[in-house]
């Protein structure tokens, strides 16, 4: 699957276009931040860590009958996702 046009980029994250329209691939970045953003880093493995952990998070969901917006893990820091309207909420 391809990454096209970058649709959104966060702290965590970065959501591209794919080749496919009803899909995305989400990209975790090794970025950190603390106090608001004022101090800036960079936590290697972080990305993957993310990437990996929310895979199994959906797979768990999937098992219990929750659908998600998962498809499959692409690599260690890539996943191909349904696209979605996502409802705003960080925690």
Known sequence: MEKAQLLYEGKAKKVYAASDENLCIVSYKDDATAFNGEKKGTILGKGAINNRLTNRLMGFLEEKGIP????????????????????????
């Open 68 to 91: 998600t917006h998962f498809v499959k893990e692409l690599s260690d820091r890539e996943t191909l996702v349904k696209k979605v309207s996502i409802i705003p909420l960080e925690v």
